[in-house]
């Protein structure tokens, strides 16, 4: 299993349940069509978090990354509905962070 890791802040703390609404729209999306597997938004509790992670935390779980390819793929295209609700999410957020992370062990290991 592969875990796309994004933290972000909000541009405003008080569109913190809209930024919510429009997370769970735009990677519904993505599981709905296959792409993703299961996602979470968590939120640091009591400003615990190492320097330079942002406020939000999301988890995109994929099979591989073949398909988190295809997810980009279809966010990149940057037309339709896909593009709506990627603004949606996007003109929210500020100090965007990502990191790829893998299962471990996994299937792929030999010994």
């Known amino acids: 299993m592969n875990v796309y890791a994004i933290w972000v802040d909000l541009v405003d703390g008080r569109e913190d349940l809209e930024f919510a609404k429009a997370i769970e729209q735009y990677l519904n999306h993505f599981k709905q069509q296959g792409f993703a597997e299961s996602w979470t938004l968590e939120r640091r ?19 591989d990354l073949d398909t988190l390819d295809k ?41």
């Not at 295209?77 to 299962?103: P, Q």
């Open 71 to 111: 997810m980009f793929y279809q966010a990149a295209s940057r037309s339709g509905e896909v593009e709506k609700m990627h603004g949606d999410v996007y003109k929210r957020v500020k100090n965007f962070k990502a990191a790829l992370y893998r299962s471990f062990p996994d299937e792929v290991r030999n010994s």
């Open 45 to 63: 509790k009591l400003g615990f978090s190492p320097d330079g992670f942002g406020e939000f935390h999301i988890r995109i779980l994929t099979k």
